[in-house]
């Protein structure tokens, strides 16, 4: 079955990074793209940005950029999100989902289906 | 502050209908682009629930339903039940911002 399995835990100071894997499993990785979003404690959904697992072209929220970059490793059908210059406010799960559409301009037909399970980053000093 | 704007909460006892509204602008839904509608039960990753407007994935049940009009969509629920209690997601694409997701609605069976 599809399936996206995300890293673990993390507890950060202020001012490090977080890398964040996420495997893919049961369909063909390059045929679709992967998105991050976040949930901060309490709150609600953020879209943090997408990858094209079919070509490496991103699209990231204009909140974020400078600070984060995703990547994907098609060898091992695992996507990557890392995130510098963390605040206390990047405190959240950061979920992976596999998004429905692999090519930048399809994204207005763009949805997520499945989800990983998340990754609580802790930023704390 | 959420582009698609959903109220906080909404409940039903069971076995009612409930809706969930999800409103936006002429930058995302009212400029044609789908919504796409997410459940997420307590300490649990979301999972679609709508896509396109009004289709459902294999396995949702089809008590679950969406529409779309205008500048809104709408998420209907009937014949609700415990097991519904969850918060409840729209998402859309913005022209100005990409993907976004509406604020959220916390689904309260009574």
């Known amino acids: 079955q599809v399936q996206l399995v995300q890293s673990g835990a993390e507890v950060k100071k202020p001012g490090a990074s977080v890398k964040v894997s996420c495997k893919a499993s049961?369909?063909?990785?390059?045929?679709?793209?992967i998105s991050w979003v976040r949930q901060a404690p309490g709150q609600g959904l953020e879209w943090m940005g997408w990858?094209?697992?079919?070509?490496?072209?991103?699209n990231y929220a204009q909140k974020l950029q400078g600070r984060v970059t995703m990547t994907t490793d098609t060898s091992t059908s695992t996507a990557y999100m890392e995130l510098r210059s963390l605040r206390s406010d990047d405190t959240a799960v950061y979920y992976c989902?596999?998004?429905?559409?692999?090519?930048?301009?399809?994204?207005?037909?763009?949805?997520?289906?499945?989800w990983g399970q998340g990754t609580l980053v802790t930023v704390s000093s | 502050q959420s582009v698609l704007t959903q109220p906080p909460s909404v409940s039903g006892a069971p076995g009612q209908r409930v809706t969930i509204s999800c409103t936006g602008s002429?930058?995302?839904?009212?400029?044609?682009?789908?919504v796409h509608w997410y459940q997420q039960l307590p300490g649990t990753a979301p999972k679609l629930l709508i896509y396109?407007?009004?289709n459902r994935p294999s396995g949702v049940p089809d008590r679950f339903s969406g529409s779309k009009s205008g500048t809104s969509a709408s998420l209907a629920i009937t014949g609700l039940q415990a097991e519904d209690e969850a918060d409840y997601y729209c998402?859309?694409?913005?022209?100005?911002?990409?993907?976004?997701f509406g604020g959220g609605t916390k689904l309260t069976v009574l």
């Open positions: 989902a596999r998004a429905r559409v692999a090519l930048e301009q399809q994204l207005g037909l763009c949805w997520f289906d499945p």
């Open positions: 049961g369909y063909t990785f390059t045929s679709y793209g």
């Open positions: 990858i094209s697992a079919y070509n490496g072209n991103t």
């Open positions: 002429s930058s995302n839904i009212g400029a044609g682009y789908d």
């Open positions: 396109g407007n009004s």
């Open positions: 998402q859309s694409y913005d022209s100005s911002l990409r993907l976004v």
